[in-house]
Structure formats: structure tokens, C-alpha cells
């Protein structure tokens, strides 16, 4: 049963009280542990739709930052000057770390944006390549909802995460090995590019035996941290609103609401797993 956002934010904080808060962690080209661990992942397998779960909730929940990125999803990402356009996310250390996991969710490896200062902003997933050149368009705006929302860590602990969705930029390979990411986590879909944005995520299998009864708090912590404007619905398990094809890759919706085939859910390496969820136990 699902209960009322202000219950579960209020928990959430009061736990999180009790633990360390992680710091804002301005974007350059991430942080240094973010990069290490990326570093890592990228010398052990191949490229892949691999991710490193590690942007702060409070920056990514703050009101003017949401609206910042809804304004920037209306339009090219690149002006005419060849350069980055101008945006509020760039106006703060949170601003800019938000406005590059969203760069990495939608640009391809590779691929990137430099604002007029020469720094570089890189792609990694793919999810909405032709943000470079016009806005978002529907079905771009939550492809990017789904991998940012999979990308927030409350906990301050940056671990890889394997993405899986619909998605051609998705697609694993024959070359990536997925063995070690044994762990069902969460499956995310929503679109908050829109003016009554919403953002929904659910847990898989996996992480609902890990976590008991405390599966609720323990993915608010994650997604929500110490951010009083947290935007999450969390819905429970995934097997009341997605179906899964033989890949893995969700498809999701709402009760007399509409469906998001783009959807991503996540999966965890065992020995990572507690970091992201310390309230749980390993499975």
C-alpha cells in the first residue's frame, strides 16, 4: 500500500538524520570518485549501458532547477555560437551536476557539449541524441526522466548500474558481460519535462526480498535523500504496473493512466548493493 509522500519524505529525513549527508558535488566532468569508479567499470568491460549512480537529490529536486531543465528540454541544446546555451542550471554547482547526468543520459559516448568556457559537458547513454539540435520531443522527455531518476543517489555512494529499457542505445551487445549485476533494483518511468511532470519508480523483485518492510524508506532514501521537494511516486512492486519482456526490458504504466514503454529498470552488482541500500540486507 502505497502511503502519502509527506509520511515517507518525513521518515526518510529523519533517517538520513542519523546517517552522513552526502555533499554537493559540483559537475566538471564528474566528480573524482564518480570518475574512479567509471574509470573502473570502463577498464573491466566493455561499453555497454553502463551508468554510475551517483547525482544528489537535493540538487536534482530543488524547484528551480526542475524548472530550469523543463526549459531546457523546449529547445537545441547547442545555439548558434556552436556552443552550449545559456541556462539557470549553470548557475550553481547542483545546476551543473543535474544539467550533466542529463547530458550523459541523453548524448552519446563520445559526444558532448562545451559552454563558452571550453568545458566540456559528455554524452554516455544515447537516449536523446538530437537534443543538439531541437527540443525534446515526448518520447525523448522520458527516456531522460527514466535515466536521471535511476541515476540519484541519497546515500553518497557512486556504484555502477546496469540500465535496461527499450532502447536501441540500451541494447547490451554480444561483447558486455552482465553476469556480476545479479541484483533486481528498480524500474523508473515518468516525465518530468512537462509543466505536471511526474516521476514514478517501482522495486523489482530483488530489491523487495533485500528489503523487507523497509523497502518503502529505503528506496525514498535513495531517490529522495534530504530534499524536502522530492517529486517521486513510488508505487510498490514493479509487478503491479510493468511487464517484463524475456531481455528484461520493462514496459510500465498506471491504472486508467497512461503507459511509458520507456521505461528503465536497473540491476546491481551483489557487492555493491548494501552501499545503495544500506538499510538492506545482501540478497
Not at 14 to 19: F, K, R
Not at 28 to 51: H, I, K, M, W, Y
Not at 106 to 118: C, F, H, I, R
Amino acid at each position: 500500500m502505497k502511503l502519502g509522500m509527506l509520511t515517507w519524505v518525513g521518515a526518510a529525513m529523519l533517517l538520513a538524520g542519523c546517517m552522513a549527508a552526502p555533499e554537493d558535488e559540483p559537475f566538471d566532468e564528474g566528480s573524482d570518485d564518480e570518475e574512479a569508479t567509471a574509470e573502473a567499470v570502463s577498464a573491466a568491460r566493455p561499453e555497454g549501458p553502463l551508468g554510475v549512480n551517483g547525482m544528489n537529490p537535493v540538487d536534482f529536486w530543488k524547484p528551480e532547477n526542475q524548472q530550469a531543465l523543463r526549459t531546457l528540454g523546449q529547445s537545441a541544446l547547442v545555439g548558434a555560437d556552436g556552443a552550449l546555451v545559456p541556462s539557470r542550471l549553470r548557475g550553481t554547482d547542483g545546476g551543473r551536476s543535474v544539467l550533466g547526468y542529463a547530458l550523459k543520459c541523453a548524448l552519446d559516448a563520445g559526444d558532448g557539449v562545451e559552454d563558452e568556457s571550453g568545458t566540456l559537458f559528455p554524452g554516455r547513454m544515447g537516449l536523446a541524441a538530437a537534443w543538439k539540435t531541437r527540443g525534446l520531443d515526448a518520447g525523448e522527455q522520458r527516456w531522460v526522466t527514466a535515466c536521471l531518476l535511476q541515476h540519484l543517489n541519497g546515500v553518497g555512494a557512486h556504484v555502477p548500474i546496469l540500465l535496461l529499457g527499450n532502447h536501441p542505445a540500451l541494447d547490451r551487445g554480444d561483447g558486455l558481460s552482465t553476469q556480476s549485476f545479479g541484483v533486481p533494483d528498480a524500474t523508473a518511468f515518468g516525465n518530468l519535462f512537462t509543466s505536471n511532470g511526474k516521476a514514478y519508480v517501482c522495486a523489482n523483485v530483488g530489491l523487495q526480498l533485500a528489503c523487507g518492510v523497509g523497502l518503502s524508506l529505503s528506496s525514498l532514501q535513495r531517490l529522495c535523500g534530504l530534499s524536502p521537494t522530492c517529486g517521486i511516486n513510488v508505487l510498490g512492486l514493479c509487478a503491479l504496473s510493468c511487464a517484463y519482456d524475456a531481455e528484461g526490458d520493462p514496459s510500465c504504466g498506471l491504472l486508467l493512466g497512461p503507459s511509458y514503454p520507456e521505461a528503465i529498470a536497473t540491476r546491481l552488482e551483489t557487492s555493491t548493493f548494501v552501499s545503495l541500500y544500506p538499510l538492506c540486507s545482501a540478497p
